[in-house]
């Protein structure tokens, strides 16, 4: 769910390809979207329609076993804003997507109070970070301001516009690349560049906090030892999202097929799946 032009259907479109699904990423400006069937749709590069799919994955690094994801891709222009009200109401988790360079627009604010109506937990993907004034702090301020949602970043990107090179994973502590010459489908984990280490030890703090809070076992364990294992960041955190405390927050380029992955990953991760509904 976004405000349109944010990237949904373009995301949507590389999760099908990265799951396998589609063999061909099909793109909303050559009119190939998979999920943008009608002519209409087409033809003005917009989604009108709700169209659902579902897909099958089992982590970037196949950690987990395979999970279904059921999707529905929602439209962005205020015109069809009831086709997004009809699907939260039957949605168990969403992935708000938001533009690095517009941040929270109108229609954003619409579709986060829908889903604020229908007490859907949500995540937030940060779009467009290839775009020329992208700017991720920027967006994540916005939602706590503007929509009044707990934005916790889980990663960080690594630089921004031109110069977007990946994301650093905040739990694992890891710099993340996708290879280009693939369309993103492989990817290495690196260090974190130097000269974003005591940033993303910031960040990763107040991300421990968060999931602290979870419940009293994780906040003694953090009270005694000042940190918590990866594992526990990850139970805490999902247990925080589940009751919509939280909105953990990923970024990435859905059009430079960067980021992704990531955010399939969280969805399995930190969403509730049907039994925790």
């Keep these: 769910m976004a405000h349109i032009d944010a990237g949904k259907t373009t995301t949507t479109e590389r999760v099908l390809y990265y799951t396998g699904v589609s063999h061909k990423m099909g793109e909303v400006h050559d009119g190939a979207a998979v999920m943008d069937y009608m002519a209409q749709e087409q033809e003005r590069g917009i989604t009108i329609t709700s169209a659902a799919t579902t897909c099958f994955w089992s982590g970037m690094e196949k950690q987990f076993p395979l999970h279904r994801i059921n999707i529905i891709d929602t439209p962005g222009h205020v015109d069809f804003t009831i086709e997004v009200e009809r699907s939260l109401r039957v949605l168990d988790g969403a992935c708000a997507i938001f533009c690095a360079v517009g941040g929270v627009e109108p229609q954003s604010e619409t579709v986060w109070r829908q889903a ?14 290839d775009r020329s004034g992208a700017d991720f702090f920027r967006v994540i301020e916005q ?32 710099a993340i690349y996708w290879h280009e010459a693939d369309m993103g ?13 005591s940033q993303c030890e910031e960040w990763r703090e107040r991300m421990v906090e968060a999931a602290a809070d979870a419940n009293e ?17 990850r139970q805490g955190i999902r247990i925080q999202t589940i009751a919509s405390h939280i909105v953990p927050a990923f970024c990435g380029s859905a059009f430079k097929n960067k980021g992704v992955q990531a955010m399939l990953d969280a969805v399995i991760e930190y969403l509730p799946s049907p039994i925790d509904v």
């Design 116 to 129: 604020n109506k229908y007490h859907v937990p949500r995540l937030v993907f940060v779009n467009k970070m």
């Design 143 to 174: 939602i706590k301001n503007r929509l009044g949602g707990d934005a916790i970043p889980m990663q960080l990107p690594i630089g921004a516009e031109d110069s977007f090179a990946g994301v650093v994973d905040l739990v694992k502590m890891k």
């Design 185 to 197: 489908m492989t990817f290495e984990e690196q260090d974190i560049p130097a000269n974003m280490l």
């Design 217 to 233: 076992e994780l906040m003694e364990k953090y009270l005694e030892e000042g940190t918590l294992s990866n594992e526990e960041i």
